[in-house]
Structures are given as structure tokens and as C-alpha cells.
């Protein structure tokens, strides 16, 4: 029998990147490939860029080129969207075989990856275990299952719009199929993503409520959770959904900015006030709903007032965490043209700023959780550990003292006992 291909899957950047690298790395298990690390020796090694800022473009640059000096007879295939944009850099570097964009990712498998020598897969139909996932997998708790892809709008600094193209989202069996496999496995956690999560519509008109109502009907994966959405994009019905305690009362809103001025020449669809209505609409109707955002610093034209405005809003919006990113310009957004440029030592001000109040927020949202018994999903590798981290169903980390044995993949009942030293992390001790 020949050897079947060893095959490295490496990502950068967000959960969508994750997800399809998740299933790509299970296709290929499946068909009787070897998967290994890293660093391991590989005949073809699949790498899944981003390019959602400047920086995240040199270092999908960089990690290729080091996969190369690693493994310098191996094939390179790079896709994601520092290959969708810049596709003439990405062939023009050493030991780049195929070069696969966004739009050709459904393809991925069928048409870039070579069969193995004689014909047909060494095997189909493996069981798929915990305790023989993937590599890409093993070290991750929950698996990120695409639902979407594209976007429909145009907010001025985002690049991802070229990258990933038009809107199209998965069928509602072809969701459901994906989260069964990893039900199968005996996965605690999967996480719904999309570039514009809130804007799917299957074929026959079902909508994300619709989506997650048939999710939480006909699967029982214990937890469910929704990634990143946008906050225009909610309905009323939406939130009966939190009804069912395995839909994990979480919401990522990305704010960008708590100045209506920016907001606007941010292009985005929603003002300050819809979105401080929401998230007290959300409060009143889910019980322990953590809200977590994204903020961009020293945006063109911001002022002083402007930020000043941002960080009394963000204040009040009491967020769990924030994502904070200092403004760069993208070629090709049209925020690259906008004038009055924000000085870099004022973004690196106010950044600091922002990083400390949100170390205070977050400390504030986790004390107001202590004394509460709550579950937590165990995370990292197997085997014993005095100390194990993890997070409650509202997304608040949980560092896990007296859990023993404990491996991952496990839900454990925890009692919150207190902050660590950082304040930056829940203490839950097992009660056995």
C-alpha cells in the first residue's frame, strides 16, 4: 500500500478561517491522510491567510515563508485572503504549487489536492472520536462550523468585503449535517460563523433564527454558540431563542466606534442610540447576557470629542471584553482616502485608554459573577492537571482549580470563588 500524504493545515485571522480549515482537515482524515503539526515533516502543507489589516497580510507573508524553510520540498497551498487579494505576491513566493481564492474554497478539496496513488481513499468511513480528531482539532474545544460567507455591505475600512465577494450561505441540512458529525465526536461547543452571520438566508428563506430554531430542534450538541453579528441585523424573534438554555447567552456586537460622527463616515448601519437599545432590549429578555465588542482607534477625523464620546458610551455599555484595533489605512477601502489622519502617538494614547477601561469593565462583569455555581467546558490538552481553564456559557473565562483528573471536553460545575491577581480571570473550584 503507498504511504499516504502527510498534510500540515495552518490559519490566521478569524473564525471563518477556522472553521473552514476544520473542515478541510476532517475531509482529508477522512480520505486517509496523515495529518501533522506544524513542525512535523509534510508533503503538502494547506495555509489559510488573512489580510483584514496591513499587518495581517505581512504576517500570512511571513508564516509562508517560514513554512518553507521548514519544509522546503513540501507543495504550499495558500488560500484565504491574502491570497484572494494579492494572488501575484502569493504565486511569486518559494514553494507556493496553488494559489486557491475565496471563491474557489468549495472546490478546495475535489480540485487542489491531488488523490492518493492508486485510486481510491484508504479509508471513507473512519469513526470520528475525540480521541482521534484531527490534529487541527485537537487542541480547540469546540468547532467552528461555517453558515455564511460574504457580505452585502460596505463599511469603509473593512477589506474583507472585496476578499470574500458576494454574499451565499449553506443550506440548512448542510449545517445540520456538519454539526452532527461533530455531535458524533463528542463535541461540547460548536460555534455558528460567517463573515455576515446576521445576513443569512438559506435557498427556501430560512433566515439565522430560523437556522438556530431547526439547530436547537433536531441536535443535541449541549452548547451552541453564534459568533460575531451585526447589531442591525437582530429581530424581535431573535431572542425567544435564549429561551433554550444550549443557545449560550453570548453576543458579539461589534461597536467600531461610540461617536455617531464616526460611525457615519465609518459607513456603518447603526447609531449609537439603536445600539444602546438593543443591548437593553437583550439585558431585559436574556438573564447573564455578555456583550463583547470591537472598537477601531483614531479612525480618520476622529477628535478628541469624538473619542471622549466613545469611551463614555463604551463605559456605559458595561462590555465583558473588547477587541481594540489602532486604525490602518487598506489599500483598495475607502476609509485609505479619507482625510484628517489620526496622529499615531494620539492612537497610541487613546488606545491605552481603552485597554485600561476595559480591564476595568471586565473586572466589574466578572466580579458581579462570584458566588454564582455555573458550568464550564474544560479546555486544553488531556491528562491530569491541578488547574484547568475554561469558559462559563456566557463566555467569561474560568480558570479551574481542584479539577483533578479532569480531562478536556468536559463539562464541570463549578463554584465562582473570586478573581486571579490579573482581575482579568474567574477562579471556579470543583467540588470533585
Known amino acids: 500500500m503507498p504511504r499516504a500524504p502527510r498534510i500540515q493545515f495552518l490559519t490566521l485571522g478569524c473564525r471563518l478561517n477556522e472553521a473552514e480549515i476544520q473542515e478541510w482537515a476532517d475531509a482529508c482524515w477522512r480520505h486517509g491522510w496523515e495529518l501533522v503539526a506544524a513542525d512535523a515533516p509534510a508533503d503538502i502543507i494547506v495555509f489559510n491567510t488573512c489580510a483584514v489589516t496591513a499587518a495581517a497580510g505581512r504576517k500570512s507573508r511571513q508564516l509562508v515563508r517560514r513554512q518553507h524553510r521548514l519544509h522546503p520540498q513540501a507543495q ?49 468511513d473512519l469513526a470520528l472520536t475525540t480521541g482521534s480528531l484531527p490534529l ?8 467552528f462550523i461555517k453558515v455564511q460567507d460574504g457580505c452585502r ?26 454539526i452532527r458529525r461533530w455531535e458524533q465526536a463528542g463535541i461540547q ?31 443535541t450538541v449541549p452548547r451552541v454558540r453564534l459568533g460575531s453579528l451585526e447589531p442591525w441585523d437582530l429581530t424581535d424573534d431573535f431572542w425567544a ?54 472598537v477601531i482607534v483614531g479612525f480618520p477625523g476622529e477628535t478628541a470629542e469624538d473619542w ?35 496622529a499615531e502617538t494620539v492612537k497610541q494614547q487613546r488606545s491605552a485608554e481603552l485597554h485600561a477601561l476595559a480591564r476595568q469593565l471586565t473586572q466589574q462583569v466578572l ?5 454564582r455555581r455555573v458550568t464550564v467546558l474544560c479546555e486544553g490538552a488531556e491528562g491530569a492537571a491541578a488547574q484547568r481553564f475554561g469558559y462559563t456559557p456566557n463566555y467569561l473565562p474560568v480558570q479551574i482549580v481542584g479539577a483533578g483528573a479532569v480531562g478536556a471536553q468536559r463539562l464541570r460545575t463549578v463554584t465562582l470563588t473570586g478573581l486571579t491577581a490579573d482581575g482579568q480571570n474567574l477562579i471556579g473550584r470543583c467540588s470533585g
Open 308 to 342: 471622549q464620546r466613545t469611551l463614555a458610551f463604551v463605559e456605559a455599555m458595561a462590555f465583558g471584553q473588547i477587541h481594540i484595533f489602532n486604525y490602518s489605512p487598506r489599500a483598495g477601502t475607502a476609509a485609505a482616502t479619507l482625510p484628517d489622519a489620526v
Open 136 to 143: 487541527v482539532l485537537r487542541q480547540r474545544q469546540r468547532a
Open 76 to 124: 504550499l497551498v495558500v488560500s484565504g485572503c491574502w491570497a484572494t487579494l494579492e494572488p501575484a505576491a502569493v504565486a511569486r513566493e518559494p514553494g507556493v504549487t496553488q494559489i486557491v481564492v475565496n471563491q474557489e474554497k468549495d472546490q478546495f478539496i475535489a480540485q487542489y489536492l491531488p488523490p492518493l496513488e492508486g485510486g481510491a481513499p484508504a479509508s471513507t
Open 153 to 178: 455591505y460596505q463599511c469603509s475600512f473593512c477589506i474583507t468585503t472585496q476578499a470574500r465577494g458576494a454574499e451565499r450561505s449553506r443550506s440548512v441540512a448542510e449545517v445540520i449535517a456538519a
Open 367 to 371: 466580579k458581579a459573577q462570584c458566588g
Open 189 to 219: 461547543e460548536v460555534v455558528l460563523t460567517g463573515v455576515h452571520l446576521g445576513g443569512y438566508r438559506s435557498a427556501d428563506g430560512a433566515d439565522l433564527t430560523a437556522l438556530v430554531a431547526q439547530i436547537l430542534a433536531v441536535t
Open 241 to 294: 431563542l435564549f429561551a433554550n438554555p444550549r443557545l449560550m447567552p453570548h453576543l458579539h456586537l461589534p461597536l467600531q466606534s461610540g461617536s455617531d460622527a464616526v460611525l457615519r463616515r465609518m459607513a456603518r448601519r447603526c447609531k449609537t442610540a439603536d445600539f444602546a437599545q438593543l443591548v437593553a432590549r437583550g439585558r431585559a429578555l436574556v438573564p447573564d447576557l455578555n456583550l463583547t465588542t470591537d
